[in-house]
T-cell receptor, first 112, second 115 residues
Framework: DAGITQSPRHKVTETGTPVTLRCHQT?????MYWYRQDPGHGLRLIHY???????DKGEVSDGYSVSRSKTEDFLLTLESATSSQTSVYFC???????????FGQGTRLTVV | AQKVTQAQTEISVVEKEDVTLDCVYE???????LFWYKQPPSGELVFLIR??????QNEISGRYSWNFQKSTSSFNFTITASQVVDSAVYFC????????????FGKGTRLHILP
């Protein structure tokens, strides 16, 4: 299995506070992705990266920003958390040539 | 625009029955890849299979089989002789490589295998 880890695994935060989730991969994959999973919505793409400092928006990017300063790290930031951002967040990484993505274990974020 | 539709939200079958999970996709790209993932109750996402747009051969792996038909834009997944351990949420996904390499997922099908 690909080495991809997320931190923290669980977090409770208050509305209005900034939150950063971290994703680290050891596979030298070019592509990295952030998804959120909510009941009835499946996995929705928030942002993705196609290289260091190269990122683009997904379908639910409002309220989120990302950064990728190194191949192995992809950060997701909620600038001012809202209750609607309570969710399970998954990070994934994948190589070129249409290869599959491998997922981290997920981060359960609760905004109170 | 790319889209993946899994019309079956939830399915329940009795153990040992066969079950097919449907996946319909939309893309204008000529080169694309389709995937199935499994999410068991423990929550992790497990990759099952990848298919590219140029290979329409069906695939069988043990009790699992996949039917890819470009004519109907479908990539269906069949579990033969289902087992309780097959209970999970199954996701179909699409990656189109002509442009942006996003991976788009369907909403998933929750499969219950009843003993």
């Amino acid at each position: 299995d690909a080495g991809i880890t997320q931190s923290p695994r669980h977090k409770v935060t208050e509305t209005g506070t900034p939150v950063t989730l971290r994703c680290h991969q050891t596979e030298n994959h070019r592509y990295m992705y952030w998804y959120r999973q909510d009941p009835g919505h499946g996995l929705r793409l928030i942002h993705y990266s196609y290289g260091v400092k190269d990122t683009d928006k997904g379908e639910v990017s409002d309220g989120y920003s990302v950064s990728r300063s190194k191949t192995e790290d992809f950060l997701l930031t909620l600038e001012s958390a809202t209750s609607s951002q309570t969710s399970v967040y998954f990070c994934a990484s994948g190589g070129t040539g249409g290869t599959e993505a491998f997922f981290g274990q997920g981060t359960r974020l609760t905004v109170v | 625009a790319q889209k993946v539709t899994q019309a079956q939200t939830e399915i329940s079958v009795v153990e040992k029955e066969d079950v097919t999970l449907d996946c319909v996709y939309e893309t204008r790209d000529t080169t694309y890849y389709l995937f199935w993932y499994k999410q068991p109750p423990s929550g992790e996402l497990v990759f099952l299979i990848r298919r590219n747009s140029f290979d329409e051969q069906n695939e069988i792996s043990g009790r699992y089989s996949w039917n890819f038909q470009k004519s109907t834009s479908s990539f269906n997944f069949t579990i033969t002789a289902s087992q309780v351990v097959d209970s999970a949420v199954y996701f179909c996904a699409l990656r189109a490589t002509n442009r942006d390499d996003k991976i788009i997922f369907g909403k998933g099908t929750r499969l219950h295998i009843l003993p």
